[in-house]
């Protein structure tokens, strides 16, 4: 006949310990029970000093009491928050991958800019006031960054992501990536990074136009 006890004495690396019945099934005397955590049913995770279990008992050769048929009375409810944990857990781990591998992205493509901005003003694939341009707004756009960001964790008012957006799109995109970068900033809203990158796209597409027109000029 199966019972209600609550598991104490419980040494988890060995993966044993006793259970004594409910005082309101067998009274201040009642005799504990030896349990194992073989003989409990897997629930999610390892059982504990307090947990309460349903079990029956089985004399040994040597008349010692077994528990067997162990299982927590809240084994379903522990199953799933199992669940959770592991799913929550994997979740992390996948984002933190990714993660991982758009930074490795991102600064492969601001590494390139850098090299092509510095190599089209040495090779004179545009004036020299190009790459000026470049640094003077992403040193503006990095310092808007750091300070919206320095605002987020004070609580204050923040740079309006308009006015991000539009020093990024005015040749400061790459002092905004690496501001994303050294702040942790804005680089989890995906509205904000979409909008950037078509910042990016459309940046570029106009620095590629007006050169040759820039060339055709001179």
Not at 35 to 57: C, F, M, Q, S, W
Not at 118 to 135: D, M, Q, S
């Amino acid at each position: 006949m199966s019972q209600l006890g609550r598991i104490e004495q419980w040494n988890d690396e060995r993966g044993y310990g006793f259970v004594r019945p409910l005082q309101s099934q067998a009274g201040d005397n009642a005799a504990r029970a030896f349990v194992h955590i073989k003989t409990i049913e897997y629930a999610g995770r390892r059982p504990g000093n307090g947990d309460l279990i349903r079990y029956e008992t089985r004399g040994d050769d040597k008349g010692r009491l077994n528990a067997v048929n162990v299982s927590f009375v809240n084994a379903d409810v522990m199953r799933a928050q199992a669940q959770r944990r592991n799913e929550t857990k994997t979740t992390a781990r996948q984002r933190h991958a990714s993660g991982k591998l758009q930074d490795l992205v991102h600064r492969l493509i601001l590494a390139g800019a850098l090299i092509a901005l510095a190599a089209g003003a040495w090779l004179h694939w545009w004036p020299l006031a190009v790459t000026l341009a470049f640094a003077g707004m992403s040193a503006l756009s990095f310092i808007a960054y750091a300070l919206d960001k320095s605002a987020a964790n004070q609580q204050l008012q923040r740079t309006q992501e308009k006015t991000l957006h539009l020093f990024d799109l005015l040749c400061g995109w790459p002092g905004g990536l690496l501001a994303q970068q050294v702040f942790r900033h804005k680089t989890r809203k995906r509205s904000f990074q979409i909008v950037f990158w078509l910042t990016v796209v459309v940046n570029c597409a106009a620095l590629f136009w007006l050169v040759p027109q820039i060339g055709n000029a001179s």
